[in-house]
């Protein structure tokens, strides 16, 4: 048996080598179009690799998944994150988790995982070409023919996993199979806001609730402060929940910060006022009763017009409450986005009701498979879209070898 998996990424490898686990005489080969492969693996959580996540139960991963949810809930019955952290411990690479579920090698080096698939690859005989570009698939009688760098050549079976796609045109050639592709928009991205007041405050994180003023979405979690403006976890869940809403909007909409922990305006005045008489000597610099970063502190006294050197008794009822008001319902105006470090993720890609979630097989054609990024499937930030590549990849390579 011939199989041609097209993409060399982290989806692309596991398709290849769980191929070959369960059909250890099939030929399997790899087509990269570039030079370099597994480069998100490489690049993932800033060079140590954020393998998966450390959430054993299904119901509760799916809830990571903005799009796909549904379909990888049945994916994850054949392989989940047990499943990854045994494949990896069998390979000589053990998992470590941290504090907010990420998991990385004990190595805290992208290089060990990726060591880890390609020495398996080589082990398997996974045949690899790089440089070679697959331009087209065509379904002759029950094979497919690839057009490979101008060359033609003849498969029993081909599992795509060519990743995701900022431009729609990049899956004019998956649509010619027949498949119907939701058009992508960028997903896990940062909020540009144009206040250089904001940008001085680069590198403070806090706790925050963020949400966009005029929908329902809404995030919670540590915000960080950036030099061209909002970035942390709460934000890229936002983003990633928000994918197809912002798109449609430009990336022009305002965000709305509660810096108290989701406490209200009137809880914080009720807490100040219990605190008053010991806060009467403190000036307004080291009067702060909320225990935020003092920078974030004096920043807002600043937009409250609060002189920081001023006794905290002496300040107006009125600039208090502005104080409180900045505190609980802090305001920005977001224009534009930027991409997350160097995470590119997509919503959008071939439709998955065209897709069997328990093969990874097209309901189109038969031996048509795929896996990874390339299918409408993306989740949060923490290991999430790594887990999806795993899980579908497995299935498919295991499915087109069946």
Known sequence: MQV???GGGAAGFFAA???????????????EKSDKLLSKVRISGGGRCNVTHDEPSISRLVKSYPRGAAFLRKAFTAFAVPDTIAWFQRHKVTLKTESDGRMFPVTDDSGTIVNALMEAAAERGVRIKLRSAVTHVEPIGEVYRLCVNDQLIEVDKVIITTGGH???EAYDWLQDLGHR???????????????????????????????????????TGPVLITHWGLSGPAILKLSAWGARE???RAYQFTVQLNWAGGRSEDELRSALQHMTGDLERWTARNADPFHLPS?????????????????????????????????????YEVRGKTTFKEE?????????????????????RKGLHFAGEVLDIDGITGGFNFQAAWTTGFIAGRSAVA
């Open 181 to 219: 592709i939701v058009p992508p928009a960028p997903s896990l991205f940062t909020f540009n806001i144009p206040d250089r007041a904001l940008h001085a405050l680069m590198g403070v994180a806090l706790p925050a609730r963020a949400r966009i003023v005029g929908t329902a979405l809404e995030s």
């Open 295 to 331: 920078r974030f502190w004096e920043y807002q006294l600043a937009r409250a017009d609060i002189d920081p050197a001023r006794p905290w008794g002496t300040i107006p009822r009125k600039s208090r409450n502005r104080l409180l008001d900045l505190l609980t319902n802090d305001r």
């Open 4 to 6: 041609a998996v097209i």
């Open 166 to 168: 900022p431009k729609r």
């Open 17 to 31: 080598l769980s191929a070959l686990e369960h059909r250890p005489e099939a030929t399997i080969t790899l087509f």
């Open 344 to 364: 590119f993720v997509t919503a959008g890609g071939v439709e998955l009701a065209e897709v069997d979630p328990t093969r990874m097989e097209s309901r189109l």
């Open 246 to 248: 912002l798109n449609e």
